[in-house]
């Protein structure tokens, strides 16, 4: 009942529209109510002449009645579309306000949120629960006190007519009640469940669609077609097991309407018979029947709408209510001049799962300096650099710049002064120009190209039939692994910040361009304190101090030679990867 009465809440900011929908509402029921009492009349202006022996009928009567028929028909038509508009202006409102809350609290999570959440769940929520919160606001909030309304002035205009038929008509309605109240309980578990399902389901599209090269390189088309039959086919299950309980409820309650109809029409008409009752009222006492029947038939609906609701509010609200495990401070301020000097001061960070990834890291980045974080894969490089722009939090320990704490600057200043070129690199569908201009937006077509030179990509993009308004396809599928790189490398670059992290960004690219990209980024570096996070040595050795991890842990540090004279693991690493490479160079130099 709290998703509930959250979901209201939202609703309650358009108290106006609400207000107003209520009132159409009203105007509605009061133009409703009246048509049954002027049938009647009009059926009795008929009848009782005809009764009598009389042969002339009460035209006047007969006339009024019909006039006031159509001038109430009108009323109710007009109310009930201003009743249809608000409530779907109010349920589109709504949904609004919650995607937009829950995008913008998506936005600000940290890693550790989207770790834990499948994206394919995330958009699930987005969509399908937003969209049955909308249809609880339209049926249920805006609908329901018109059907409830109805229901109660109804019955009691049907026990003032006559209080034995009246009684007889609502005899029913308590055991409708708890069945329907039973079938709502029921449903709101199923419909938890059925949205649960969905957004599996939606998980594994994501991942097909997205993995569609992987799918068929190894021919698992009809792997991921079973894995999907059998997702879709619990889906749909439920579905069916939901709508069959909605459905008994419907027929339950039609049911028992009409052995109620039938009971009145047997008892009224017997009314009739001795007199004690006219045609038109009992003719009125039916038609008001059939208004009641209405607000039964739509309990069904409006009961699906409130489990679905309940369970939609249950799933967003948990991610609403998620706190981001970074936080800024209160007044936090914000980072300006950045010097670029950097310290980690025994940081040791875990993930949830407790175990440690880092281990009492002590490390420091005087401005300008070029630090290359080497070890093997596992040994905590990305992480270090996901802590420079507070992906994550430490653990314990803290880190400076310039000598103040992180977390006394604000998320959005501190990550300006950090550029990221990221091994994994995400391009957006839409065009070159666009996809470098990524967190600058505002840069001039100039600044563009001058930052796709220094990538070493301003060649290519000058190849292309549209240049730099090249449409990239989905996550940059139209490009190559390499220039994906450069891409990424051109934002660093364009962005232009004091503090620069380079996460293995030379592993796609063939040698030659490795090496123009190396040359150009010695000058993109030039006054930039920046990190390179590589496993190959040929991108680190000319560091200013090079630090070896290994299982969370500095190991070593130093310069090239120093760490080629020590012995240790770098040594290693060198003896592997570097010296073949550099005898080879020397045998080609000769």
């Avoid at 339950?252 to 004690?276: D, E, K, P, S």
């Avoid at 091994?423 to 996809?435: G, H, I, M, R, Y």
């Avoid at 563009?448 to 990538?455: F, N, P």
């Avoid at 660093?492 to 004091?498: H, K, R, T």
Wanted: include cysteine; aromatic fraction near 10%; proline fraction near 3%.
């Amino acid at each position: 009942m709290q998703h509930i009465l959250r979901i209201i809440k939202i609703a309650l900011r358009y108290k106006y529209r609400l207000s107003f929908a209520y009132l159409s509402t009203i105007g509605a029921i009061a133009a409703y109510i009246f048509l049954p009492k002027l049938f009647g009349d009009a059926i009795d202006s008929v009848a009782e002449p005809i009764l009598a022996g009389d042969s002339e009928i009460h035209t006047a009567t007969l006339y009024t009645c019909i006039l006031a028929i159509l001038g109430l028909s009108v009323i109710r038509g007009a109310m009930s579309y201003f009743q249809t508009y608000l409530g779907e202006t109010l349920s589109q409102y709504v949904s609004y306000d919650l995607r937009n809350s829950f995008y913008d609290h998506i936005q600000h999570q940290s890693f550790a949120f989207h770790d834990k959440h499948h994206t394919g769940n995330l958009m699930s929520r987005a969509i399908t629960d937003v969209e049955n919160i909308r249809m609880f606001i339209n049926m249920g909030l805006v609908r329901a006190p018109y059907f409830i309304a109805l229901f109660i002035i109804v019955a009691g205009t049907l026990i003032s007519m006559n209080w034995k038929l009246g009684l007889l008509s609502a005899s029913f309605m308590p055991i409708v009640a708890i069945y329907t109240s039973s079938i709502r309980l029921r449903m709101r578990a199923l419909w938890l469940l059925v949205q649960e399902k969905m957004a599996e389901l939606s998980i594994i599209l994501q991942e097909n669609f997205s993995g569609q090269r992987v799918v068929k390189a190894f021919a698992s088309e009809n792997h991921e077609a079973d894995k999907f039959e059998i997702k879709n086919s619990e889906v749909a299950d439920l579905f069916v097991e939901a709508e069959k309980l909605r459905a008994s409820s419907m027929s339950f309650m039609l049911f028992t309407f009409m052995v109620a109809m039938a009971l009145i029409l047997w008892y009224g008409g017997r009314q009739v018979m001795n007199g004690n009752m006219t045609p038109g009222e009992l003719a009125a006492f039916v038609f008001y029947l059939q208004i009641l029947a209405l607000p039964v038939r739509m309990a069904g609906w409006v009961v699906n709408a409130y489990a679905r609701a309940a369970s939609a509010g249950e799933r967003l609200f948990e991610i609403l209510d998620a706190p981001s495990p970074v936080q800024e401070i209160e007044n936090a301020t914000t980072l300006k001049n950045l010097k670029g000097h950097i310290e980690f001061d025994n940081v040791s960070f875990a993930y949830d799962d407790g175990k440690p990834v880092l281990r009492n890291i002590n490390l420091e980045a005087n401005p300008g300096e070029i630090i290359a974080l080497v070890g093997p894969p596992g040994s905590g490089k990305s992480t270090i650099a996901n802590l420079l722009p507070r992906f994550y939090d430490v653990s314990t320990g803290s880190i400076k710049v310039d000598g103040v704490d992180l977390k006394e600057f604000t998320l959005h200043s501190l990550r300006e002064n950090i550029g990221m070129v990221q091994q994994d690199v995400f391009l957006f569908t839409t065009s070159l120009k666009e996809n470098i201009k990524y967190g600058r937006e505002d840069a001039t077509d100039e600044q563009v190209k001058r930052a796709s030179s220094i990538a070493q990509l301003s060649d290519f993009i000058e190849t292309l039939d549209e240049g730099y308004d090249t449409y990239v396809g989905e996550r940059g599928s139209t490009l190559s692994g390499g220039q994906r790189q450069r891409m990424s490398i051109a934002r660093a670059v364009l962005l232009d910040p004091p503090i620069l992290i380079l996460d293995d960004s030379t592993s796609s690219v063939d040698a030659d361009t490795e090496d123009q990209i190396k040359a150009a980024m010695d000058n993109s570096m030039e006054g930039r304190t920046t990190f390179i996070i590589a496993n190959r040595l040929s991108t680190v050795h000319r560091a200013d101090k090079i630090v070896v991890l290994k299982d969370g842990r500095i190991i070593e540090e130093g310069t090239h030679q120093e760490l080629l004279e020590e012995g240790g693991l770098y040594n290693e690493i060198y003896e592997l990867q570097l010296r073949p490479q550099d005898e080879l160079n020397s045998e080609v130099s000769r």
